[in-house]
Nanobody, 115 residues
Framework: QVQLVESGGGLVQPGGSLRLSCAAS????????MNWYRQAPGKERELVAS???????NYADSVKGRFTISRNNAENTVYLQMDSLKPEDTAMYYC?????????WGQGTQVTVSS
């Protein structure tokens, strides 16, 4: 059974850090492009960070220099390190795996940045 399970979200103060994890099962992430998206209430889902299979990374302008995507193929897990968090980073964060016609989503993990 193919599954993506996000974890690591929570409540953090502005300026703080969180590390999100996305554990995959039922397939191997090594051959998939892995992405992190987020969706705030009343807004469309947006791409935050992406990592194709070649190892390069891409980030939304709003998170460049603060967020870092990484993958551990041996653990079949993708991470999103989020530093210098801002209230506008508050959203549900989702992991996505893409390869050709294959497209998998996790259930999301909530991140709330508030004092």
């Amino acid at each position: 059974q193919v599954q993506l399970v996000e974890s690591g979200g929570g409540l953090v103060q502005p300026g703080g850090s969180l590390r999100l994890s996305c554990a995959a099962s039922g397939f191997t992430i090594r051959t998939y492009a892995m992405n992190w998206y987020r969706q705030a209430p009343g807004k469309e889902r947006e791409l935050v960070a992406s990592m194709p299979t070649g190892g390069s990374t891409n980030y939304a302008d709003s998170v460049k220099g603060r967020f870092t995507i990484s993958r551990n193929n041996a653990e079949n897990t993708v991470y999103l390190q989020m530093d210098s968090l801002k209230p506008e980073d508050t959203a549900m964060y989702y992991c996505r795996a893409q390869r050709s016609i294959f497209n998998y989503w996790g259930q999301g993990t909530q991140v709330t940045v508030s004092s």
